[in-house]
């Protein structure tokens, strides 16, 4: 599986949009970019996933890439309730966790 | 659906002590995932189940770690003997099937975990 690289801490204003990158240089044609985040020392928490296009559901945008190296995930208005930790995972079966990006959404 | 149901929430066991987790994967889901979490690996796929049978266990520490899966309603993850590094959270997980199988079936539901402590 391809690993991944995101940076280890965040801030966004309350209210604003939140925007988590993450690098995914050496990703191949069958895998799949997802994210998932971890509230406290709750259990993770599906967000998001794709292939090759663009996604959007009620809880997030994922934006890919078209070479697929890397992505974006959009959070519209982030709410302080969105604190946690971000992961980017890549993968076509086996769902393996990196460090994540810690997001403090400050008031 | 009550989603993925773990046991014990907290258990605090001395050196040496057999410890065995317990999870009920979300009913028709047809694969389980164990993870260990500590501040200092994160979070560590251990093994996973395909239809009760154990696909992947090359996560799992060592020989004291085993985990088994007799039907499709209950897996279980034990320990023995347990030691101060096994000190973590324990996190079960089930999806549907597998993101190979079909766009929207390999979103993973997680239990609310096992914090195990190991005197």
């Known amino acids: 599986d391809a690993k991944t690289t995101q940076p280890p801490s965040m801030d966004c204003a309350e209210g604003r949009a939140a925007n988590l990158p993450c690098n995914h240089s050496t990703i191949s044609g069958n895998e799949y970019v997802y994210w998932y985040r971890q509230i406290h020392s709750q259990g993770p928490q599906y967000i998001i996933h794709g292939l090759k296009n663009n996604e959007t559901n009620e809880m997030a945008s994922l934006i890919i890439t078209e070479d697929r190296k890397s992505s974006t995930l959009i959070l519209p208005h982030a709410t302080l309730r969105d604190t946690a930790v971000y992961y980017c995972i890549v993968g076509y079966d086996k769902v393996i966790f990196g460090p994540g990006t810690s997001l403090s959404v400050i008031p | 659906d009550a989603g993925v149901i773990q046991s014990p929430r907290h258990e605090v066991t001395e050196m040496g002590q057999e410890v065995t987790l317990r999870c009920k994967p979300i009913?028709?889901?047809?694969?389980l995932f164990w993870y260990r979490q500590t501040m200092m690996r994160g979070l560590e796929l251990l093994i996973y189940f395909n239809n009760n049978v154990p696909i992947d266990d090359s996560g799992m520490p060592e020989d004291r770690f085993s985990a088994k899966m007799p039907n499709a309603s209950f897996s279980t993850l034990k320990i023995q003997p347990s030691e101060p590094r096994d000190s973590a959270v324990y996190f079960c997980?089930?999806?549907?099937?597998?993101?190979?199988?079909?766009?929207?079936?390999?979103?993973?539901?997680f239990g609310e975990g096992s914090r195990l402590t190991v005197l």
């Open positions: 997980a089930s999806s549907l099937g597998n993101w190979f199988l079909g766009k929207d079936t390999g979103e993973l539901f």
């Open positions: 009913s028709g889901h047809d694969y």
